[in-house]
Protein backbone atom coordinates (compact mmCIF):
# COMPACT_ATOMS: atom_id res chain seq x y z
CA UNK A 1 0.00 0.00 0.00
CA UNK A 2 1.37 3.54 -0.86
CA UNK A 3 0.98 5.55 2.17
CA UNK A 4 -0.11 9.42 1.89
CA UNK A 5 -2.04 11.73 3.75
CA UNK A 6 -5.36 11.49 4.00
CA UNK A 7 -7.69 13.84 2.37
CA UNK A 8 -11.18 11.68 1.90
CA UNK A 9 -13.29 9.28 3.96
CA UNK A 10 -12.94 6.83 1.84
CA UNK A 11 -9.57 6.93 2.22
CA UNK A 12 -9.49 6.84 5.63
CA UNK A 13 -12.03 4.17 5.04
CA UNK A 14 -9.63 2.07 3.06
CA UNK A 15 -6.86 2.41 5.18
CA UNK A 16 -8.87 1.31 8.01
CA UNK A 17 -9.33 -1.81 6.04
CA UNK A 18 -5.52 -2.26 5.29
CA UNK A 19 -4.88 -1.81 8.74
CA UNK A 20 -7.36 -4.98 9.76
CA UNK A 21 -5.78 -7.15 7.66
CA UNK A 22 -2.19 -6.08 9.13
CA UNK A 23 -3.08 -6.72 12.08
CA UNK A 24 -4.80 -10.63 11.14
CA UNK A 25 -1.52 -11.16 9.83
CA UNK A 26 0.70 -10.21 12.90
CA UNK A 27 3.14 -8.28 11.70
CA UNK A 28 5.86 -8.13 13.76
CA UNK A 29 6.44 -3.92 15.07
CA UNK A 30 10.37 -4.24 13.54
CA UNK A 31 9.39 -5.71 10.51
CA UNK A 32 9.42 -3.91 7.01
CA UNK A 33 5.58 -4.04 6.90
CA UNK A 34 5.39 -3.00 10.87
CA UNK A 35 6.92 -0.07 10.04
CA UNK A 36 4.24 1.09 7.00
CA UNK A 37 1.38 0.06 9.74
CA UNK A 38 3.34 2.64 12.62
CA UNK A 39 3.33 5.38 9.74
CA UNK A 40 -0.41 4.43 8.66
CA UNK A 41 -1.43 4.50 12.24
CA UNK A 42 0.35 7.96 12.48
CA UNK A 43 -2.15 8.93 9.37
CA UNK A 44 -5.20 7.32 10.76
CA UNK A 45 -4.31 9.66 13.77
CA UNK A 46 -3.81 13.27 11.87
CA UNK A 47 -7.17 12.21 9.92
CA UNK A 48 -8.93 11.77 13.22
CA UNK A 49 -7.86 14.71 15.49
CA UNK A 50 -8.85 17.14 12.66
CA UNK A 51 -11.98 15.61 11.60
CA UNK A 52 -13.36 13.71 14.53
CA UNK A 53 -11.94 15.87 17.56
CA UNK A 54 -13.07 14.67 20.93
CA UNK A 55 -14.23 17.54 23.40
CA UNK A 56 -12.46 18.49 26.38
CA UNK A 57 -14.85 17.06 29.16
CA UNK A 58 -16.52 18.96 31.94
CA UNK A 59 -14.45 20.53 34.64
CA UNK A 60 -16.88 19.81 37.28
CA UNK A 61 -17.76 16.55 35.43
CA UNK A 62 -14.46 15.72 35.83
CA UNK A 63 -14.19 16.75 39.65
CA UNK A 64 -16.84 14.83 40.36
CA UNK A 65 -15.56 11.78 38.59
CA UNK A 66 -11.95 11.87 39.97
CA UNK A 67 -13.67 12.25 43.73
CA UNK A 68 -15.60 8.83 43.15
CA UNK A 69 -12.50 6.98 41.64
CA UNK A 70 -10.83 8.01 44.74
CA UNK A 71 -13.25 7.49 47.09
CA UNK A 72 -13.55 11.26 48.11
CA UNK A 73 -16.88 13.20 49.25
CA UNK A 74 -17.67 16.66 49.06
CA UNK A 75 -17.18 16.58 53.08
CA UNK A 76 -13.20 15.89 52.73
CA UNK A 77 -12.89 19.39 50.15
CA UNK A 78 -14.37 21.13 53.33
CA UNK A 79 -11.11 23.38 54.64
CA UNK A 80 -9.30 22.75 51.69
CA UNK A 81 -11.46 24.65 48.93
CA UNK A 82 -13.68 26.70 51.96
CA UNK A 83 -16.83 25.87 53.59
CA UNK A 84 -19.31 22.85 53.47
CA UNK A 85 -21.62 25.58 51.47
CA UNK A 86 -19.16 26.62 49.02
CA UNK A 87 -18.05 23.38 47.94
CA UNK A 88 -21.47 22.30 47.31
CA UNK A 89 -21.88 25.75 44.96
CA UNK A 90 -18.87 24.75 43.37
CA UNK A 91 -19.84 21.06 42.97
CA UNK A 92 -23.42 22.33 41.69
CA UNK A 93 -21.83 24.37 39.64
CA UNK A 94 -23.44 27.89 41.27
CA UNK A 95 -20.03 29.30 42.12
CA UNK A 96 -17.25 29.23 39.12
CA UNK A 97 -13.93 27.75 40.13
CA UNK A 98 -10.94 29.99 40.66
CA UNK A 99 -7.33 29.32 39.14
CA UNK A 100 -6.58 29.02 43.11
CA UNK A 101 -9.06 25.87 42.57
CA UNK A 102 -7.99 24.73 39.29
CA UNK A 103 -4.20 24.54 40.93
CA UNK A 104 -5.67 22.28 43.83
CA UNK A 105 -7.97 20.06 41.58
CA UNK A 106 -4.95 19.57 39.49
CA UNK A 107 -2.60 18.42 42.30
CA UNK A 108 -4.89 16.72 44.51
CA UNK A 109 -7.08 14.88 41.67
CA UNK A 110 -4.46 14.93 38.90
CA UNK A 111 -6.78 16.36 36.54
CA UNK A 112 -5.12 18.12 33.23
CA UNK A 113 -5.30 22.54 33.62
CA UNK A 114 -6.71 22.12 29.87
CA UNK A 115 -9.86 20.64 31.75
CA UNK A 116 -9.88 22.68 34.47
CA UNK A 117 -9.69 25.65 32.63
CA UNK A 118 -11.61 24.60 29.78
Not at 82 to 101: F, Q
Given at each position: ???R????????D????????QF?Q???????A????????????????E??P???????????L????Q?L?????VG???S???????????K?LT?A?????????????S????
Amino acid sequence: MTLRPLKTEQQYDELLHWLDEQFDQQVLPDSPAGEQVQIALMLVRAYEDEHYPVPLPDPIAAIQLKMAEQGLKPKDLVGQIGSKSYVSAILNRRKPLTLAMARFFYQKLHIPASVLLA
